[in-house]
């Protein structure tokens, strides 16, 4: 018999079945209403899709780790159903975010070659960044 009365694996032990259950339950009380709200904000010349909660990496912006941000330029918020698109910008949004970090990404290598000239150049390439954590989204 692969399922007891309860519906659960008979081969699983105790702990493993009450981790299965906990996580059900968490995923049950989660409120995912809650999550469908995200707006489109550029920064940098790039535009991003955030949500509460959200670590974005943006192009690097000069501020302190722990510093609150505030991104005005949000071109499009949605709310469940109702969705908002400014032109270019929308009225009286904006979005809060924390600097959680001023980091460097990975090396990209730039190798230039010319056959038959002896004509090789190496070098290497990090791009800084700054990871936001978003905090709210208002408006």
Known sequence: MLFNERGFYSALTNEEKTS???FVKSLRSCNWEARAVYAVVEMGGKQYKVSAGDNVDVEKLPFEVGEKVELDRVLLVADGEEVRVGQP?????KVLATVTDQAKGRKVIVFKYK???????????RQAYTRLMIDEIVG
Not at 89 to 93: H, L, Y
């Open 115 to 125: 056959p038959k000239e002896r004509y090789r150049r190496k070098k290497g390439h």
């Open 20 to 22: 299965i259950i906990t």
């Open 89 to 93: 910008t929308v009225e009286g949004a």
